[in-house]
């Protein structure tokens, strides 16, 4: 478009548009559009468009020099008005800057012009704008103005701006309900970690109380036990800042059943006094039962001024935790009956050490009495020459009384000394003991039983072994007692045998016998005092259980320990000793 710089004389001719030009372009090329210039108002095509935006054109400095009727009707200015004025001028101040930053810009670069702002008409009335431009380029490549167009985007803008309002009150709400439910979580997870650390009835509802009693606000909080047998409610503590404490007091139940009968059926509820509680005046209480699949322990109560109500969340949080209060409660009362089973047992277990104790006692005088009239009838009757005769059943008789009498005898001390070494109370005198030479003699004897027998004993042991510290007479026992199974159970034809090793700081003892296994599940008991491994006995060589018992015993006594493995047809016990150095 030619056009005299700032003279009014419109050359009506466009050219130099370039493809980047907003689609009203078209329009401003019609030959048959008048249009209206702002300098002498005479018509030119500009004038006439019906567009439903306003037209402008400018110079480089944003003076106006044409305008159409919907700019006039938009900025409240004529066509003769809008003369030579610059449109920033009307720009509101707040957004003046930066319309100007982005115009100069625009020249420079000679990019398209696209900015909101406010734009203040000349009635004093603000709109929110959109100008689009681009650069009108003269022949010779410069830039000496822009054509665009403005649209009202006021009531688009207003529908934005209550899109945002709405869209952060709503966000603000979810905002605060994540903290509500936040606060909530955490506050119910401090009150249930600190309700379920005791085992504690009495601190369990204290604990509750006062936590809800401070979370809540409220003038006072109680918590009461239930007695469904006799009817009663029991308060059993009380966190108020009411005169008129209630803890202790006693309800029954049948006197208030509208109460009661919602408490019983597991239901929460809230409610205001017809008329006022003669202590606490006009309140407000909500109480929840403290229950669970078992059936309902008590209750929780909170007091607050007449005006308050509990909102769902506070009704949620009480009920949770008197959840939390049922299960702490019964946690409560398992342990204080396994603690009344232990101490129950403990109790038997002593009546039964003692009556071992007192019938061992009692036995052991008669039995002493009995061996020695059979030493005596023995005697008696070899110096009558009764036993003189080759074939002499009183011979017989006498040996089976004196091996009878000496297996009460030895049952007897065995049972003493389970006694015994469960007091713990005898000192244990300790020696140094060279096993390599300490072993054979008390193995001698062994020998002879194996051969009859027909077993077969083996002796392994290494001439190098550290000397240990220990008691003699019970690792004596500890030896014989395992010597005198391995006979007892092995099958003729089998091998018995004793080895040591050292192995890192322990110094190990070995006994083993073959022809025989210990099923896995058995080997964990064979050590319980008077336990037998059931139909094992093929031999049926009797006993009460006490050996193995006395063998760990002595065994722990020593400091030592003890394992039994059996596989692959045998059986092995080992008893490990630690080295003491010099």
């Not at 005596?376 to 006498?398: H, R, W």
């Not at 027998?453 to 500890?478: F, G, K, M, N, R």
């Not at 014989?480 to 110094?507: M, R």
């Amino acid at each position: 478009m030619g056009l005299n710089q700032r003279s009014g004389q419109s050359d009506v001719r466009f050219h130099g548009i370039s493809s980047k030009q907003p689609a009203y372009a078209e329009f401003l090329e019609k030959p048959q559009s008048s249009v209206r210039s702002s300098a002498s108002g005479q018509e030119s095509p500009f004038a006439r468009l019906t567009l439903p935006v306003g037209l402008f054109y400018t110079d480089a400095e944003g003076a106006y020099l044409q305008v159409n009727d919907r700019w006039c009707e938009m900025s409240g200015l004529g066509a003769v008005e809008a003369q030579g004025s610059g449109w920033m001028a009307a720009v509101h101040p707040e957004d003046r800057d930066r319309v100007i930053a982005a115009w100069q810009y625009a020249i420079q670069t000679q990019q398209p012009f696209k900015l909101e702002y406010r734009f203040r008409k000349s009635n004093g009335l603000t709109l929110w704008v959109l100008a689009e431009a681009n650069a009108n380029m003269a022949p010779d490549g410069s830039a000496i103005g822009y054509v665009g167009s403005v649209t009202d985007i006021s009531t688009l803008y207003r529908q934005v701006q209550c899109l945002n309002a709405n869209l952060e009150r709503r966000v603000q709400a979810q905002t605060a309900q994540l903290q509500l439910a936040f606060n909530f979580e955490a506050t119910l997870k401090r009150i249930a970690d600190k309700v379920r650390d005791s085992l504690d009835e009495h601190q369990i509802l204290q604990t509750a109380v006062q936590e809800l009693a401070v979370t809540l606000g409220a003038k006072g909080c109680n918590a009461a036990l239930y007695d469904l047998k006799q009817g009663i409610s029991t308060i059993y503590y009380e966190y108020t800042t009411l005169a008129f404490p209630y803890q202790g007091r006693i309800a029954k139940m049948k006197a208030s059943p509208e109460l009661y009968s919602q408490l019983l059926m597991g239901q929460s509820f809230q409610f205001c006094s017809l008329s006022p509680n003669p202590d606490r005046g006009e309140v407000v209480m909500l109480a929840s039962p403290i229950m669970d699949d078992q059936g309902v322990l008590g209750d929780l109560w909170l007091i607050d001024r007449q005006y308050h109500a509990f909102s769902a969340q506070d009704i949620r949080l009480v009920e949770q935790v008197a959840n939390q209060c049922a299960i702490a409660l019964r946690q409560a009362r398992l342990y204080q009956a396994a603690q009344a089973q232990v101490k129950e047992l403990e109790r038997l277990n002593q009546l039964k050490d003692n009556f071992l104790s007192n019938i061992s006692h009692e036995l052991r005088t008669p039995m002493a009495s009995i061996k020695l009239a059979a030493q005596l009838l023995e005697i008696i009757l070899k110096k009558a020459g009764v036993f003189d005769a080759e074939t002499n059943a009183a011979a017989k008789y006498l040996r089976i009384l004196h091996e009878e009498c000496q297996r009460e005898i030895s049952l007897i001390d065995n049972l003493l000394d389970l006694l015994r070494l469960e007091s713990e109370n005898e000192p244990l005198h300790l020696e140094t003991v060279n096993l390599s030479s300490w072993i054979p003699p008390i193995a001698e004897p062994f020998k002879i039983l194996t051969h009859k027998q027909q077993q077969s004993l083996e002796i392994d042991l290494d001439a190098a072994l550290p000397a240990i510290a220990t008691h003699c007479y019970d690792l004596e026992q500890v030896l014989t007692e395992l010597l005198k199974n391995a006979c007892k159970y092995s099958p003729a034809g089998e091998t018995i045998a004793i080895a040591t090793s050292v192995i890192a700081d322990k110094l190990q003892l070995r006994i083993s016998n073959s022809g025989i296994e210990i099923p896995l599940e058995e080997r964990d008991r064979i050590f319980d005092k008077f336990y037998r491994i059931p139909e094992r006995d093929r031999w049926k060589h009797g006993g009460i259980g006490l050996g193995l018992a006395l063998v760990k015993k002595r065994v722990e006594r020593l400091g030592a320990t003890i394992q039994v493995d059996s596989d692959n047809n045998q059986t092995i016990f080992t008893v490990e000793f630690p080295i003491v150095s010099d």
